[in-house]
Structure formats: structure tokens, C-alpha cells
């Protein structure tokens, strides 16, 4: 018996076809009710992955998904139909990068709202609309009544992702997945949606995962951050212990890369080399061909995973040596 | 403990044929002045002219030689524009563009200015052609621009930039990751010997470990061969890092310059001030509690009157809705300039002086 929201373990995700590619592997991790975590990585880490396959959206004919997700005590690997559809929105519910993409351009921003409204909770037109129109209220749009007659392409650009929030909390998920929201915004813009999503998580009470690869995002946001690695969890911890008190090499070349408090012209403290392929399941380090530290023990198997405290985690040999210089 | 003498640098060596300096020093590399492009939106069943996009309105600006002068603004600001403007890929409806003391259009051709002025943009898949190998993509414009030795000239270049020539000379760009494809870019860029290399979002689309990695390689460059940069991104710690002064534009316009230094500390547009704010925060004892602004920026189609500014400002007064104010230094002669009636003791604005900014 558990009291997590979500109980990933030992996910692996893998994609077959013309080119095999171990997205996921051997992932665990958790999420209590009422939490916000951010899921940290770079492209190709698995972290998009991870969101879709906790919403089933994988194409099933190409993925092998290992292991087991239990979202609010459901079992979600073995969901299908109805159940699925059901889980899909009133259990668990998305929003995406691009929300220019993500809405139907021929219906307005109402009606798309009020559909999923009385899809689930079988309830007529006019409640629908009306709970379209609050939502729209919480995700502070100005004018809402006007604007739920709008369609998309007469919103801009943080209105739209606005919309897509007030779409993805009309039936009150208790998770929420937040794929990128705020990356193609700018940065005035972006700073009132993270905090629209601080206050909307409050205000209802769900859990929250953000993937992002900012981590000044992750810090707005978040209260604990999972960094990940090559379809790994290389480290995990409060948000407050990643900031202050990286252990993983990978995650202390983020914070630098990140340039917040580079000296100007000073040379910047860069990981060499680039992400590895995924084309095998990693059975050693995936980070030690880039790793400063790294040394024969790191290449030969898969690091053991140090648990400081109950729920923070490092996948690393060195997570206890005192920190290395720079 | 022994005291080291301070190293000085060596030298910077340009690149080689690069364009003699006329103008000598003190000259600015590049001089715009009142740059204006505008473009018509075009509509209905005779596509007749609907309204005009003031892409870039009035922007005045100068490079000197040897510096980074950074560029930042939010989407439909003019930032592209501008650079576009600056290499000659997009003509411009009025203004001049002064590139080493000659004349676009008058004294300097096109082709004399492309010589001089490269560019770097952010996708790098889609400036590359697909069906050229990089090696031939590299050589390209020095082969049409009749310089010596264009192959030889472009695998000393993709040895510079990190691209071992005998791996990746024969390759294609879809077989290389985005990080290394950013580097044939800056190679191809550096091939036509130029002075001043305009690097348009150059490293926001990759991810944050190869950017510090193409960061470091831009700055060898820049000492090595002596170039001047104008760097472009909407990240403001990465134009921190690089610049030595910094360009901020909104709608169409120039709002604020200074060094960077200058403008980090106290920022002199409520603008520039709202945007650094925007920032996320670091530190999560100390998180961000109010949005600067409200809303999204507005549509550079009919920009408000006035100061473009006051439809999202705090400090917005009436004379902020009728009067366009003017870029000027903040003290007599100084580096610092700002276009905010706030600063302009005369101009009206019951604020003005107030310094209410800080």
C-alpha cells in the first residue's frame, strides 16, 4: 500500500523498427499527491518519453514498454478502451509545447473546452460552457466571455497556452503533465505562465510533472527536480539540494552551462562531447565518456545508486566524495 | 607564492585575405542610422495592401571594431530584422547602413559588404544545403567570391572550428548532430574572411551543454582572428556573457543601450527593466512573485502612438501617449542611453527624474 500519486518502476522503453533506440531505462521514480517535480534533461533524455508514456501515447506497434506505472492505484500499462479514455483527461491530462499545434483551428476555444467537459462528465451543452467559462477565469484570460467564442488563431501566443491549461484542468485531473509549456514563449510572457501554474497547482491540489530543460524554469516551478540522462535518472532531490548541492557531474555542468553566474569572457566550464545514441541498453555509466571523473570502474558497469536521504537519490561512483573542484 | 606576470594576449591575426581596415581605428566597424523596413500584409481577393508590419522603425546604432554588441528583445521586436537588414538579404526602405566609413549602396556593393559581413543562423539544418557535403558547403562562398584555395581554405577552417577535415569533410549535414552542424555554419561564415560576423539566435537551439561548448569556440575566434560580432539571442545570460554592450529593442525600436556592465545594475527603460525581471529566478529560497507585465507584446501591426512602450507600462503619463521619445544618454556624453520620457527632465512627464525605476 502506497500513498504516491504515481509509482513508476523500472520502466523501460524501447523503439523498434528500422533502428532500435532504448529511450527509457530502468527508470523509477515517484510523485506524491500535491507535489510539482521537474523532469531536467537535454533532448534525447527520455524526459518527453517518460510524459507520454504515463498518458499511453506511445504507437503501440513500435514501443516495448518494461516494468510498471501505477498512477492513483491504477495499473496504466494495462489499460485499454474505455478505461483508458476515462484515465486519459479526468485522471491524467497534458499540456503540450506548441499550443497553436495542439488545438483544433476550426472549432473556438469554447466549444474545444465544453467537448472534453461533457465527454467526461456527462453534463449538457450550456454547463459545459459555463465551466469552459470559469476555467477561463482561473487561467486569468482577460474578457473571458468574449474569448470563448474565439478561435484559436484570433489568440496570441501566451493566451493560447492559457487556453490549453484552462483545456487540460476542465475535468480536474489529480496529474498534471506539462510538456516544454513555456519554451516557445517569450520570456515576459513565460514568467506569468509558470507562475499561473505555481498558483493553479495550489489552487487544485494536483500533482504536477514539468518537463523542461531549463533549469531556471525547473527552480520557478518545481519543488523537487529529477535530472535526467541517456533514459536515466541520473539524480533526484529537492529543489533546493539540486541548486545547492549537486552530486552528479552531469548535473553540476548543467548548473554552470547555465551561465547565471559566468564571469564575463571567462572560459566556460563545458561538458565535452554530445549525448550518447541509445542504439544499446547502457550497461555501464552513460555519462562517463563525458565525465571529468570518470574512471575504469565507471565504464565497466552500470553505477550504484547512493540514497542519501529517503528521497533523494545519485547515480553515481563519487556521489559521496566531497565536491570536485569546478 | 610565486607571482605570475599577467599573460597579454597574443596578437589577434585576421583571417587571412581578409578586407584591409580603411577607416583606421576609431572608426566604427558598422554605422546604421535610421533604419527603416517596413512590410505590407497583403489581403482579400486582389491581394490589395491590408496594413504594414513596422518591422524596424528608426533603429540607430554603432559597432566598433574588435567589440560584441548584443541584441536582445521578444519575438516580432526587429531583432532578425536588423540582421537581415544589416547583411543585405532584405533591402531596406530607407536609412544607411556605414560599414568601415563606405556607403551601402553608395561607395560598398553588396558583394563588398558580404565580404565583410557574415551571418550565423539559429536553425542550423535548414541554412546548410542538403545536397552540398561540408566540405563543399564551407568552400562555397569563397569559390564564388574568387578567393584562393577554397577547399584548402575551408579544412584549415573545419580544423579550427573542431571538425576533424578527413572525418567529416565528405559528409552530409543530416549525418552530423545540430552542435557540430552549428560549427560548419560558423565555419562557412568565417571562410569569406569577414570583419564582423552577425550570429542571429546562434545557439539557442542547442542544448545546454554543446552551447557552452560553441560559446567557448565564438570567444576563441573573436581573440584569435580579431572579429566583431553582433550576437542576437533572447537569452540574457548568454548575452551577458558575451557582449560588451548591450541593444535592447521593442517593437521595431531601440529602447535602451549600454555597456553591459551599465545595464546590469540599473536598467534605465521600465522596458529593459520588465524583461530582466522576467528572468527565472536561481535560487529557490527566492522565487519570482509577480509577473513584470502583463500580456503579450503587442502586434507590430499599428503600434501604438507615442511611446511603444506605454500600453504595458507602469509609469505610463499622458505625454507617453502622444510624444515618441527620443534615444539619448543618461548623463551628458555618456555610454548609457535610454528612449523614456522618465529621463527627459523637459519632456513633461510628471515622473520625470523621479528616478522611480530603482
Not at chain 2, 551601402?104 to 557535403?133: E, H, I, K
Not at chain 2, 519570482?288 to 503579450?296: H, I, Q, R, S, V
Amino acid at each position: 500500500m502506497t500513498t504516491n500519486l504515481v509509482d513508476i518502476r523500472n520502466l523501460s522503453v524501447r523503439f523498434t523498427g528500422a533502428r532500435t533506440v532504448h529511450a527509457i531505462n530502468d527508470l523509477t521514480l515517484t510523485l506524491q499527491q500535491g507535489e510539482t517535480l521537474a523532469l531536467l534533461g537535454e533532448s534525447g533524455s527520455g524526459k518527453s518519453v517518460t510524459l507520454k508514456t504515463l498518458l499511453r501515447l506511445l504507437p503501440p506497434k513500435r514501443t516495448q514498454i518494461d516494468g510498471a506505472i501505477e498512477v492513483n492505484g491504477t495499473d496504466v500499462l494495462t489499460l485499454s478502451g474505455r478505461k483508458l479514455q476515462a484515465y486519459r483527461g479526468e485522471e491524467v491530462s497534458m499540456v503540450f509545447q506548441e499550443p497553436g499545434l495542439a488545438l483544433d483551428p476550426v472549432y473556438t476555444v469554447g466549444d474545444q473546452i465544453a467537448e472534453a467537459v461533457m465527454r467526461h462528465k456527462r453534463i449538457s451543452k450550456v454547463e459545459a460552457i459555463s465551466t469552459a467559462l470559469d476555467m477561463l477565469r482561473r487561467v486569468r484570460i482577460p474578457s473571458p466571455e468574449r474569448r470563448l467564442k474565439n478561435y484559436p488563431h484570433e489568440l496570441s501566443g501566451g493566451m493560447l497556452q492559457r487556453v490549453m491549461i484552462a483545456l487540460a484542468l476542465a475535468c480536474r485531473p489529480r496529474l498534471l503533465l506539462a510538456d516544454e509549456p513555456t519554451t516557445a514563449l517569450d520570456a515576459t510572457v513565460q514568467i506569468q505562465i509558470l507562475l499561473l501554474l505555481r498558483d493553479l497547482q495550489k489552487e487544485f491540489g494536483m500533482g504536477v510533472i514539468f518537463v523542461t530543460h531549463d533549469i531556471g524554469v525547473a527552480v520557478e516551478v518545481s519543488e523537487r527536480i529529477a535530472v535526467m540522462y541517456a533514459g536515466q535518472i541520473v539524480e533526484e532531490g529537492t529543489t533546493r539540494e539540486i541548486i545547492k548541492d549537486p552530486r552528479h557531474p552531469y548535473t553540476r555542468g548543467l548548473l554552470a552551462a547555465n551561465l547565471h553566474d559566468a564571469a564575463r569572457g571567462a572560459r566556460l566550464n563545458a561538458i565535452p562531447g554530445a549525448p550518447p545514441a541509445l542504439e544499446t541498453r547502457p550497461d555501464a555509466c552513460s555519462f562517463a565518456p563525458r565525465c571529468p571523473l570518470a574512471e575504469d570502474r565507471c565504464r565497466a558497469a552500470l553505477p550504484p545508486v547512493h540514497v542519501p536521504n529517503a528521497r533523494r537519490r545519485v547515480a553515481c561512483i563519487h556521489a559521496n566524495a566531497p565536491l570536485a573542484v569546478g | 607564492m610565486s607571482v605570475t606576470e599577467p599573460q597579454t594576449p597574443p596578437l589577434p591575426t585576421p583571417l587571412a585575405d581578409s578586407a584591409p581596415d580603411k577607416g583606421g581605428p576609431a572608426q566604427p566597424l558598422l554605422i546604421v542610422r535610421d533604419l527603416q523596413k517596413y512590410f505590407p500584409v497583403r489581403g482579400g481577393i486582389l491581394g490589395g495592401k491590408k496594413a504594414v508590419v513596422q518591422a524596424v522603425d528608426g533603429v540607430s546604432f554603432e559597432v566598433r571594431k574588435g567589440e560584441t554588441l548584443g541584441i536582445v528583445g521578444e519575438s516580432g521586436c526587429g531583432k532578425s530584422t536588423t540582421a537581415r537588414l544589416l547583411i543585405g538579404l532584405l533591402e531596406k526602405d530607407s536609412g544607411e547602413i556605414i560599414y568601415d566609413g563606405q556607403d551601402l549602396g553608395g561607395a560598398l556593393s553588396l558583394r563588398d559588404l558580404r565580404r565583410g559581413v557574415q551571418m550565423v543562423f539559429q536553425d542550423s539544418y535548414a541554412s546548410l544545403n542538403p545536397r552540398l557535403t561540408i566540405e563543399d558547403s564551407i568552400a562555397f562562398g569563397a569559390r564564388i567570391q574568387g578567393l584562393s584555395d577554397p577547399v584548402g581554405r575551408a579544412r584549415k577552417l573545419m580544423d579550427r572550428v573542431g571538425l576533424a577535415p578527413d572525418r567529416f569533410a565528405q559528409r552530409y549535414p543530416h549525418e552530423v548532430s545540430g552542435g557540430q552542424r552549428q560549427r560548419i555554419n560558423i565555419a562557412r561564415a568565417l571562410a569569406m574572411s569577414p570583419r564582423l560576423v552577425v550570429l542571429d539566435e546562434a545557439v539557442s537551439a542547442l542544448d545546454k551543454s554543446v552551447e557552452a561548448q560553441v560559446l567557448n569556440l565564438l570567444a576563441d575566434l573573436r581573440r584569435e582572428f580579431g572579429l566583431t560580432y553582433i550576437f542576437i539571442s533572447h537569452d540574457l545570460n548568454v548575452v551577458r556573457y558575451i557582449s560588451d554592450r548591450i541593444l535592447v529593442m521593442y517593437l521595431g525600436e531601440v529602447v535602451e543601450i549600454a555597456p553591459v556592465d551599465d545595464i546590469w545594475s540599473s536598467q534605465a527603460h521600465p522596458y529593459t527593466k520588465s524583461l530582466f525581471s522576467a528572468m527565472p529566478s536561481m535560487d529557490p529560497d527566492n522565487r519570482t512573485k509577480e509577473p513584470p507585465l502583463a500580456g503579450d507584446p503587442p502586434n507590430p501591426i499599428n503600434p501604438p502612438p507615442g511611446c511603444r512602450f506605454h500600453t504595458r507600462c507602469r509609469f505610463v503619463d499622458s505625454v507617453c501617449k502622444t510624444k515618441v521619445p527620443a534615444l539619448r544618454p543618461l548623463t551628458a556624453g555618456g555610454q548609457h542611453m535610454a528612449a523614456c520620457h522618465l529621463h527627459d527632465l523637459g519632456s513633461g512627464h510628471k515622473l520625470a527624474g523621479k528616478d522611480v525605476l530603482s
